[in-house]
């Protein structure tokens, strides 16, 4: 298993930004998906998930009205836009399979992309 993440950068507070994850080496369209971020000195955490066909979708409080997650599941790609952005969304963002839970299911992780933003 492979996940490739990319789109992140550096934004001041308000911007924006939109991540993609391309995953191989699993069947993609019959897994959940979801995106952990871990942030200096904290956790890995899990930001949003998405069911297998889009209808069931997760958003932890932090988030939610600012990050939409999506996937498609012809290119084994999940993405996450993130508007009205905070210092606090500061982090490296990884993508992953959750279990009911929310802990990752693939014991596997991508070198993530930093996102960081400015005050």
């Known amino acids: 298993v492979q996940f490739v993440e990319s789109g992140g950068g550096l934004v001041q507070s308000g911007g924006s930004l939109r991540l993609s994850c391309v995953v191989s080496g699993f069947t993609f369209s019959i897994f959940p998906m979801g995106w952990y971020r871990q942030g200096p000195g904290k956790e890995r955490e899990l930001v949003a998930s998405?069911?297998?066909?889009?209808?069931?979708?997760f958003y932890q409080d932090s988030v939610l009205g600012r990050f939409t997650i999506s996937r498609d599941n012809t290119k084994n790609t999940v993405f996450l836009q993130m508007n009205s952005l905070k210092p606090e969304d500061t982090a490296v963002y990884f993508c992953?399979?959750?279990?009911?839970?929310?802990?990752?299911?693939?014991?596997?992780w991508g070198q993530g992309t930093q996102v960081t933003v400015s005050s």
């Open positions: 992953n399979s959750p279990t009911p839970g929310g802990a990752p299911l693939i014991d596997v």
């Open positions: 998405i069911s297998r066909t889009g209808d069931s979708i």
